[in-house]
């Protein structure tokens, strides 16, 4: 994991890793700070992605992975954030033992939280949160563009934090579907753009306001939104 944005939060285990390796594989949030400070003969292999747009298809991630282990090199599969959490990197581990690769995992600091932390807000505070719900919002709209098979009264009837990672598309389904189960409008939200970066930026509203007032300033991913009392905690 290289943890959100700023190669400062990069555990060390994974530097002294990456320090060592023969390959990096690395996807679009991985820092071109971070990327700097790699071995000079390393190679470097790009595998992002992005909403409708995938560099490589995952079974050619996988099979990238396999082939250079196999080809004697020590390889290290970066990924933004923590690659246990909606990063496929159980897919990869996977893939890589199948096929007799030994693999060792170093997890990141998880963008889920490190990010609103980044802007003040704590997913947790006694009085206002004590639990905490991570969603993709890829899980919330089906590829038709209907709302997809969420649990959108759980989600809405929860007491504490909801937090959507990659979920700025989907903006507008997660809005209706929270209000349409009952959430309160005025429940707060804040997102944060580019979280542990110069180009970091927040946005706040209430839920039913939230979506138009993302599309006026002009949302992009990556950005972690945050749905709860706690988002009103969140500072520019």
Not at 66 to 75: F, L
Not at 91 to 119: L, Q, W
Request: neutral net charge; contains cysteine; aromatic residues 4%.
């Amino acid at each position: 994991g290289a943890g959100p944005g700023d190669p400062g939060l990069l555990t060390l285990r994974a530097w002294s890793l990456l320090q060592q390796a023969d390959a990096v594989v690395y996807d679009r949030l991985v820092s071109d700070g971070l990327m700097a400070l790699l071995p000079a003969d390393c190679s470097r292999h790009y595998v992002g992605k992005t909403s409708g747009y995938h560099s490589l298809p995952q079974p050619e991630i996988n099979r990238l992975l396999v082939e250079h282990a196999q080809a004697g090199r020590r390889v290290v599969r970066l990924k933004g954030g923590d690659p246990f959490l909606f990063g496929r990197g159980g897919e990869e581990v996977a893939a890589c033992r199948e096929a007799g690769v030994e693999v060792s995992v170093i997890p990141g600091v998880t963008s889920a939280f490190a990010v609103p932390a980044a802007a003040g807000i704590p997913v947790t505070h006694r009085g206002q949160s004590r639990q905490v719900t991570v969603i993709t919002g890829h899980d919330a709209v089906s590829p038709g563009g209907l709302p997809a098979d969420l649990d959108w009264a759980a989600l809405a009837r929860g007491r504490g934090t909801l937090v959507v990672l990659m979920g700025v598309s989907a903006l507008p389904t997660i809005r209706a579907g929270l209000l349409g189960a009952g959430m309160d409008p005025a429940t707060p939200v804040a997102i944060v753009e580019n979280g542990w970066t110069p180009a970091q930026r927040v946005t706040t509203g209430a839920l039913d306001e939230i979506a138009d007032r993302a599309r006026e300033r002009g949302v992009e991913s990556p950005a972690v939104i945050v749905i709860g009392d706690v988002a009103g905690h969140a500072r520019p």
